[in-house]
């Protein structure tokens, strides 16, 4: 299994200026998975060389821009322009069935073109088949945000989305082959609902990951001596256009 870093940056700088992409990542095993598809992961993605028409399903955590705003051109790929009813789309309940302002991203429209539109309920999981998903509470400002262990092909992935670390996180993300977590900040801040790179390494050694990563970094990282921390740490940053065995 393999995945694919379209994009490693996260919130409101990074995703106007595109100095860390904002794409999300693309997980390829027995079903091609685009999680997070923030601005720029249609373009970027097609630069790697990945087709949104061969992607199965897109899953999007929560409804911020910087995880949501290609869902759309993505579902259009992935049902040959909207002609073929095919593959699946997990979002969050405000995602998909929008906020009290009616805030959302899956339009009527593209809300009927998937196979399936599922909401990702903390707690549940949803059976694909060839792959489960574990649906996590997550601690952030949209509320009904979601992380996930996938399983799929015998591995474990899991995914924080963004989240603040909580109590018990440790235990929600056990024994992933490879865990991806979030952190906007590399310093401990005011904005509550992230993790900074502590908490991160924290949470990747107490949740005893066999190879953890971390993604979605805000524009202060611009600043951050990373291969410093990794050299330290025994962790890994990962990349906008690399791609990792799992
Ligand atoms: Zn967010």
């Keep these: 299994m393999k995945i694919r870093f379209v994009g490693t940056g996260g919130g409101r700088i990074n995703l106007v200026e595109q ?4 794409g ?3 997980i390829e095993g027995s079903l091609k998975i685009w999680v997070d598809p923030g601005p720029g992961a249609l373009v970027y993605g097609k630069e790697m060389g990945i087709k949104p028409s061969k992607i199965d399903g897109i899953v999007v955590t929560h409804y911020h821009l910087d995880h949501s705003n290609d869902a759309c051109a993505l579902i259009e790929g ?8 095919r593959g699946f789309f997990i979002g969050s309940k405000y995602s998909v069935d929008g906020d009290e302002k009616g805030n959302r991203i899956l339009d009527t429209f593209h809300g009927s073109l998937p196979e399936k539109v599922i ?42 989305s963004d989240t603040e670390y909580y109590q018990g996180i440790e235990g929600a993300y056990a024994g992933c082959d490879l865990l991806i977590v979030n952190s906007i900040k590399p310093k401990i801040n005011i904005y509550k609902g992230h993790m900074h790179t502590q908490e991160a390494i924290t949470l990747i050694k107490e949740s005893k990951a066999k190879k953890g990563i971390i993604t979605h970094l805000g524009y202060e990282y611009e600043k951050v001596n990373l291969e410093k921390i990794e050299e330290k740490e025994g962790i890994r940053f990962a990349k906008d256009g690399e791609t990792i065995g799992v």
């Design 78 to 85: 992935m049902t040959g322009y909207g002609f073929k009813k």
């Design 19 to 22: 100095k860390k992409r904002t």
């Design 24 to 26: 999300g990542f693309v």
């Design 119 to 160: 909401i990702g309920e903390p707690g549940g999981s949803v059976d694909l088949g060839k792959a489960v998903f574990h649906i996590k509470k997550a601690v952030h400002d949209e509320s009904t945000t979601f992380g996930f262990v996938l399983e799929m092909d015998g591995k474990r992935i899991g995914y924080t």
